[in-house]
């Protein structure tokens, strides 16, 4: 399709639907096609600043700043309504732009919904404190939003990772600037229509689009910036941290992993195949809670391996808009020449290959950006393949024989984020959890998440917290307050 013809979209700055100020465009491509099918505006540092200056504004003289909080939640509920109802529209467009499967879209974006029905309903509850002073005094606290929160979120689940952020920041009461990733930016603009019907404020839900040096750094140093939200590579999550330093801006970061899935010889076997497959081939991989790394109790290693790739041989290959697909494309050229190098690399390291390892031999996966789901065996813990985060459908296996060498094969890993454990035994389970160093512990399930529950990780996986109570707590900041009842200041020049 001719550049010409492709449906050019706008970014979304202070209410208004508004053209880049460069007046460049990017293509974003369908992963199952590999063809273009819109133009997604190229933002530079002067869209940057009009919407971190609307951000602000409605932040200090707009109506959302001086809303009750449980007008504001009722806002949000609002639009929560609003995503549910438009959830198959939505998924499509994602579908469209990241190649994830369509079911899965369904689901997941019904399920965000739910986010903003959470912190809708939590933005009335955030209580202050009265302390129990030994002072003559009156001695409280209470929690301000604040101010404009800047988000920076991937491209493997784009309006899941938005919301993450976006819900707990506005329940807030801060105001906020997205970017999405350059792949990814058309349902994170599609929402924006949704924020109209809502009926938030102009200026408190703004999105613009781009490359990250281009406009996501300007947003990340703008003075105006009061907090930065990133989810996505350690290595760049590391450089914008560097950059909100600058100015102490407060920084919550959801970084890499490389996370351990851990099968003990009395598991139950069949479950926990279906556990590893989803935790890495899920997606296809490109999550960063991925079980990439397979600890196997060397008893049940062989016999593990030959369920786990039969089991995986039965998922269908193809187009992720069809209901019986399970392994759909790559999301973007670049990551699918990055997966395919990684299987190189672990050949070339002496891993044994006992699964896929190629583009698949499937006629309408000729086009588009599709890898086999992968299982290397005979994996050693310091391999590349084995230390790195791939983001693709590519398992390390690695056997294990005591509980103490997993726990040391699971930790030896400069990420955090999270761990899986399958055992019958609930002691055993009880120790994995504590002993892992992980952000999340799953025991007998895996990628299981919720609006109520703590995400964040450990070591080079981020700093911060997701969801829940302290999901919203990353947007505040906390003021103590002390009303006097002493009748004259004693000595001004004693404190204490």
């Not at 806002?75 to 579908?95: G, M, P, S, T, W």
């Not at 699971?410 to 019958?424: I, K, M, Q, R, Y």
Request: glycine letters at 10%; aromatic letters at 8%; proline letters at 6%.
């Amino acid at each position: 399709m001719p550049t010409d013809s492709l449906p050019k979209l706008s970014m979304f700055i202070d209410g208004q639907w508004v053209a880049p100020a460069s007046g460049q465009y990017l293509e974003t491509v369908d992963p199952f096609t590999a063809k273009p099918w819109a133009l997604v505006p190229r933002g530079n540092a002067e869209d940057a600043d009009r919407a971190i200056q609307a951000a602000h504004r409605a932040f200090k003289s707009g109506p959302w700043g001086k809303m009750h909080p449980s007008l504001r939640g009722r806002v949000l509920q609002k639009f929560a309504d609003l995503i549910e109802a438009n959830a198959d529209e939505l998924a499509e467009i994602e579908v469209r732009d990241n190649g994830r499967l369509l079911a899965e879209m369904r689901h997941q974006i019904r399920y965000v919904a739910r986010w903003f029905h959470y912190y809708g309903g939590l933005s009335d509850k955030i209580e202050g404190a009265v302390h129990p002073c030994d002072k003559p005094a009156l001695s409280y606290s209470r929690h301000e939003p604040l101010g404009v929160c800047v988000g920076i979120v991937p491209w493997n689940a784009p309006l899941f990772l938005f919301s993450l952020k976006a819900a707990p920041a506005l329940a807030a009461g801060c105001t906020l600037v997205m970017k999405p990733a350059e792949y990814t930016s058309a349902t994170a603009l599609k929402l924006m229509e949704l924020v109209e019907q809502a009926g938030f404020p102009n200026g408190v839900v703004n999105v613009v689009t781009g490359y990250g040096p281009e406009v996501g750094e300007p947003l990340v140093t703008h003075p105006l910036t009061r907090h930065v939200g990133f989810t996505g590579s350690t290595k760049t999550g590391a450089h914008l941290y560097s950059l909100a330093a600058r100015d102490i801006k407060r920084v919550s970061l959801e970084l890499g992993g490389k996370s351990p899935n851990i099968v003990f010889d009395d598991a139950n076997l069949d479950n926990a195949v279906r556990g590893v497959v989803g935790g890495i081939f899920g997606a296809v991989g490109q999550t960063c809670i991925a079980g990439s790394r397979l600890l196997i109790h060397r008893k049940v290693h062989d016999q593990f391996l030959e369920k786990l790739a039969a089991f995986t041989k039965t998922a269908p290959i193809g187009d992720p808009r069809h209901k019986d697909t399970r392994i759909g494309p790559i999301a973007n050229a670049m990551q699918f020449e990055k997966v395919l190098g990684y299987i190189d690399i672990a050949r070339q390291e002496g891993a044994d290959l006992i699964l896929g390892g190629k583009r698949p031999d499937i006629a309408e996966c000729q086009a588009g950006y599709f890898v086999e789901p992968t299982i290397f065996a005979g994996v050693r813990n310091n391999m590349r393949i084995a230390q790195e985060e791939v983001f693709g459908p590519v398992l390390a296996a690695i056997p294990f024989d005591e509980v103490e060498e997993a726990i040391e094969i699971a930790n030896d890993s400069e990420f955090g984020l999270a761990a899986g454990v399958w055992t019958g035994d609930m002691r055993r389970a009880l120790l994995m959890s504590e002993r892992l160093e992980a952000g999340s512990v799953w025991v007998n399930t895996y990628r299981d998440v919720s609006y109520t529950t703590p995400f964040g990780g450990y070591k080079k996986s981020g700093i911060g917290r997701e969801n829940g109570i302290e999901g919203i707590r990353e947007f505040l900041q906390t003021k103590a307050v002390w009303l006097s009842t002493a009748e004259e200041i004693a000595n001004p020049f004693v404190i204490g």
